[in-house]
């Protein structure tokens, strides 16, 4: 199968009637036929959508979700859930790491994730030494990625430092320490990996876990067009430490160093004063928002408003994989800023004020863009990453287009992908991932192993 008819189908102009989708062997669109009839023994679809880019990924924290909702006898934070995500994180196994991510991205696939972005960290062994293979690791993320028809952008992390001021990595961080040699080593380690659905580019942790020095040497080390990312201002701790070390925000310093472009995905980017916010949306690159992690660690609220109106980009994550859900995503962004404004319909501009339209092009532009890969619209030459959703749902039940993405974001529960291509392959069929009893058996006996630690 090479080609697809949708009844309806979300163009980056908006919903148009009639359309065929014609890709190639590699999974490139070749051709998007407005105003065409349906063939006899040709696929019918009613919805059809470009997939969302996941642009921040820990697939390991997979195995974590939900572990970690218990009070402490102190103040719980931030800072003591990433206690037990360490503890989790010292195990794991290679053929751990595979199983987890392969399950996750099923999930991610099943919502409407067609690619992801994945920060990887996990580089040495239990002991703290490099693998025989030094990419091992990284090589089994993408593994999972292949098996399961995930699009992936690798991202091997830079990790240096326990915190501002160059201090020495905490012996529970060994298998995260990478130099930048190191860290190109990697990255050459992973190019033959490269092709259609695989991407190589780099992420500096923080400006806590790496120098400024460092971030412009590896910047300047990496092959053009690459993408980049770092966590950034996610906690007031972290603003407040920079300032202390720096005399400056993070975004603050971060943008000051010149460094900042289109490729860069700014993560987090929770603790904004205005200056960073126009900083930023200058800058090109994109805030990288992960609501539904966001809160459950108590990050705080991204400035929205304020940061669309300056023409800020900006995707979404799943990030810890407390939800593998866009919808998810992109309902709790809008639905924090109506909380915290008091407030409704925040995510829109002038020229599209229905907010579920908003929310779903801008995650995609900006999801695409931190990708550094042709995703996120149904165009010749993009990807053939598509979404069918559930016609015969009640939501959608003579269901105008124009009305799909706000019904689809904001009301109910009911997963609505019917079905998943990535790069034109099918990898979900009525709401199932393809090889689901294989990857739940491996990822079931990975989990009995690592919760009886
Ligand atoms: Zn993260």
Same mark, same amino acid.
């Given at each position: 199968m090479s080609s697809l008819f949708a009844r309806h189908a979300c163009l980056p102009q908006g919903w148009v009637s009639n359309v065929r989708l014609h890709w190639n062997a590699r999974g490139e669109l070749i051709q998007v036929e407005q105003h065409a009839q349906p063939g006899a023994h040709e696929k019918q679809e009613t919805f059809v959508l470009p997939g969302m880019t996941?642009? %921040?990924? %820990?697939?390991?924290?997979r195995a974590l979700a939900?572990?970690?909702?218990m009070a402490g006898e102190s103040k719980d934070s931030f800072w003591t859930w990433r206690e037990l995500m360490y503890r989790y994180a010292l195990h794991i196994t290679p053929e751990q790491i595979q199983a987890i991510a392969a399950q996750l991205y099923s999930e991610c696939l099943r919502h409407g994730y067609t690619s992801v972005c994945e920060f990887h960290?996990? %580089?040495?062994?239990?002991?703290g030494r490099f693998y025989a293979r030094p990419a091992e690791m990284a090589e089994r993320v993408i593994a999972a990625a292949s098996q399961t028809g995930m699009g992936i952008s690798m991202l091997p992390v830079l990790y240096s430092y326990a915190d501002f001021g160059e201090q020495a990595l905490r012996y529970d961080q060994r298998r995260f320490s990478t130099g930048v040699d190191e860290i190109m080593q990697l990255i050459d380690a992973l190019e033959a990996a490269r092709n259609d659905q695989v991407e190589i580019g780099v992420a500096p942790h923080s400006l806590r876990a790496a120098s400024m020095a460092q971030i412009r040497e590896v910047q300047a080390a990496l092959p053009a067009g690459r993408p980049i990312h770092i966590h950034i201002a996610e906690q007031q701790k972290e603003v407040d430490a920079c300032i202390a070390f720096s005399g400056r925000r993070p975004v603050e310093l971060l943008l000051d160093s010149g460094l900042v472009d289109q490729r860069w995905c700014l993560v987090h980017a929770t603790h904004l004063n205005k200056a960073e916010v126009q900083g930023v949306a200058a800058s090109g690159a994109v805030a990288g928002i992960c609501t539904t992690t966001e809160g459950n660690l108590g990050d705080g609220f991204f400035d929205l408003p304020d940061y669309i109106a300056a023409g800020g980009r900006f995707g979404v994550g799943s990030?810890? %994989?407390v939800s593998q859900s866009p919808v998810e995503e992109l309902r709790w962004l809008e639905y924090g800023q109506r909380l915290r404004l008091q407030g409704r319909n925040i995510a829109s501009v002038a020229g599209q004020r229905k907010v579920g339209d908003f929310l779903w092009h801008a995650a995609l532009q900006g999801g695409a863009q931190a990708s550094g890969r042709k995703l996120g619209q149904l165009a010749v030459g993009y990807r053939a990453d598509m979404l069918v959703l559930d016609d015969q749902h009640p939501n959608l039940a003579g269901m105008r287009s124009e009305d799909v993405l706000n019904t689809w974001i904001f009301a109910g529960n009911d997963n609505l992908v019917r079905d998943v291509y990535v790069g034109g392959s099918q990898v979900v069929q009525d709401g199932k991932h393809l090889q689901q009893p294989a990857i739940q058996a491996a990822y079931g006996a990975c989990m009995r192993a690592l919760r009886a630690l």
């Open positions: 996941n642009l %921040h990924s %820990h697939a390991f924290q939900g572990m970690t909702e960290y996990l %580089h040495r062994d239990i002991n990030d810890s %994989h």
